[in-house]
């Protein structure tokens, strides 16, 4: 076969970094119909193809909100008790004169509120556009998450089961110990940083999510949790009693939500939502839109079958 020099302008170029990053965080978009192989000569025609097809795709796919709104709610567990003690991770055997003798649960219930479930919009969203992204979102963008905001281990016990982020943010990962821990994250931008006592690391993600990742300590093989990363700063964690709120959501679009918790099935389930069934097939489903200024109350139910049955 003859070799072949094909010249790419840098408009080109650029053009199919931006295709190439666009298939990395996963555009499954279909290749436009009017691509088809050919000679080199046909390179710049294939670039403008695809450039225009996704400009059309995305000004299709992205809205124009109508004002801001607020989503308050709580997740409740309802039926029989939950049988916590089932959802433990607990074998200290090391550093005992500083590692807490508790167990690290995985599922905490108060008074059926159901703590550290995880809520997160999952629909189309516009970085930096004003009609998207409330005023306090864009002067908090790239803020550093620190201080209290930051993800902490106390007594060999990460504080937070589930922590969510934004991708223009960056975390701090403390280690509030006096011996020494590592984080391993297993996400797209993985990390495994040791953390001196008393210390702590940042962590930059650079691609957003789909769901959790998980957060371990190879010194410590019991401590485990999860992050997120979110283009949208639309989610929430639920508090010790299942509380939530989620302010400043778009209003006027549609909503798509996903719900998470680490226990429960990955695969399709059934919650009450608003007093109404609706099965979440890996945790989705959809609010109406919100009006401008409205305060939404969105109760989700959960039968404790589901926990006492994940094992």
């Known amino acids: 076969m003859n070799s072949m020099t094909i010249k790419i302008t840098t408009r080109y170029a650029t053009a199919l970094s931006l295709l190439l990053l666009a298939l990395a965080v996963g555009c499954t978009r279909s290749v436009p119909d009017r691509i088809s192989g050919g000679s080199a000569g046909d390179v710049g025609a294939v670039v403008d193809a695809f450039v225009a097809d996704a400009a059309g795709a995305s000004a299709a796919q992205i809205p124009e909100p109508t004002g801001f709104g607020t989503i308050t709610g709580t997740i409740t567990v309802t039926g029989p008790a939950v049988a916590t003690d089932k959802f433990v991770d607990f074998n200290v055997n090391k550093d005992t004169n500083i590692c807490s003798k508790e167990p690290n649960r995985r599922v905490v219930v108060n008074n059926r509120g159901l703590q550290w479930g995880l809520l997160y919009y999952d629909g189309p969203f516009a970085s930096g556009d004003a009609k998207w992204e409330h005023a306090d979102y864009l002067a908090a963008a ?17 504080l937070s089961r589930i922590y969510a982020m934004r991708t223009n943010q960056v975390l701090e990962i403390k280690n509030s110990d006096t011996v020494g821990h590592n984080a391993n994250l297993a996400g797209l931008t993985s990390a495994n940083m040791q953390i001196g006592p008393n210390s702590s690391v940042s962590y930059t993600p650079a691609y957003q999510e789909n769901k959790p990742f998980t957060v371990d300590c190879k010194a410590h093989p019991w401590m485990s949790s999860y992050i997120i990363v979110r283009d949208a700063p639309f989610f929430a964690v639920t508090g010790e009693d299942g509380s939530f709120q989620i302010s400043n959501v778009p209003t006027g679009v549609a909503l798509p939500f996903k719900f ?32 401008p200024d409205e305060q939404r109350e969105l109760n989700i139910e959960i039968n404790a079958e589901l926990f006492n049955s994940a094992l």
């Open 142 to 158: 790239g803020a550093n998450l620190v201080g209290d905001l930051a993800f902490d281990q106390k007594e060999c016990i990460f």
């Open 260 to 291: 998470w918790h680490e226990v429960l099935p990955s695969g399709a389930f059934e919650v009450t939502i608003n007093g109404a069934g609706v099965k979440l097939s890996r945790g989705k489903f959809d609010l109406p839109p919100l009006e």
